[in-house]
């Protein structure tokens, strides 16, 4: 089945603290993407970080890491000095060319 | 920068009617499709459409969806004898051919059927 499982429902971080949002999927595939999107209250999703599966290194993104584990089927966010327009849902999202599996998400919220 | 833009930002319309919501890809893409977003869950895919039909639905593109790209620009969802289930918020997307598979979302419409 491919599905991808986000099992923090909800989170909270000071400001300028550091935070970690935590995916994992199921797939057979041997190559796909791995996304990030962001969803603020506007609703419209915004990318954070993409990832190939391919890749061993890890995608950056200023103050956004992923911290991907193929074996393990775990595609972690970090994001650094958190700020206030971080606060959003946050989707992990995996993608073998035609379409999105999306997890349930993460709402996040940022502390001041 | 090129985005891909949706129309209406919000559709409200009774059970039973028929709702077409717009969708302008960004230009060059090549690969399109619909995905929604019930309130409070995850998003959902819809459709894939490439080369002037569909490459791919789910269980939910039941035979009251039908998707068009009826010119070399818009991209369109049509429901017909919509449900109060079918209301949610309804994002168009589009990607470029070639390996990155990144999709650029549109802002979505929200549609309520009362």
């Known amino acids: 089945a491919q599905t991808v499982t986000q099992s923090q429902p909800e989170m909270s971080v000071q400001e300028a603290e550091t935070v970690t949002l935590s995916c994992t999927y199921d797939?057979?595939?041997?190559?796909?993407?791995l996304f990030w999107y962001k969803q603020p209250p506007s609703r419209q999703m915004i990318l954070v970080i993409r990832?190939?599966?391919?890749?061993?290194q890890n995608a950056t993104e200023n103050r956004f890491s992923v911290n991907f584990q193929k074996a393990a089927k775990s595609f972690s966010l970090k994001i650094s000095d958190s700020q206030l327009g971080d606060t959003a849902m946050y989707f992990c999202?995996?993608?073998?060319?035609?379409?999105?599996?999306f997890g349930t998400g993460t709402s996040l919220t940022v502390i001041p | 920068e090129p985005e891909v833009t949706q129309t209406p930002s919000h559709q409200v319309t009774q059970m039973g009617q028929e709702v077409i919501l717009r969708c302008v890809p960004i230009?060059?893409?090549?690969?399109f499709y619909w995905y929604r977003q019930i309130l409070g869950q995850k998003v959902e895919f819809l459709v894939s459409?490439?080369?002037?039909?569909?490459?791919?639905k789910s269980e939910i593109f039941d035979d009251r969806f039908s998707v068009e790209r009826p010119d070399g620009s818009n991209f369109t969802l049509k429901i017909r004898s919509t449900k109060l289930e079918d209301s949610a918020m309804y994002f168009c997307?589009?990607?470029?051919?070639?390996?990155?598979?990144?999709?650029?979302f549109g802002p979505g419409t929200r549609l309520t059927v009362t």
């Open positions: 999202a995996w993608n073998t060319g035609n379409q999105f599996y």
């Open positions: 797939t057979s595939e041997s190559n796909y993407y």
């Open positions: 990832q190939e599966a391919y890749k061993q």
């Open positions: 230009s060059n893409h090549l690969y």
């Open positions: 459409f490439y080369n002037n039909e569909i490459s791919e």
């Open positions: 997307a589009s990607r470029l051919q070639g390996h990155s598979y990144e999709q650029y």
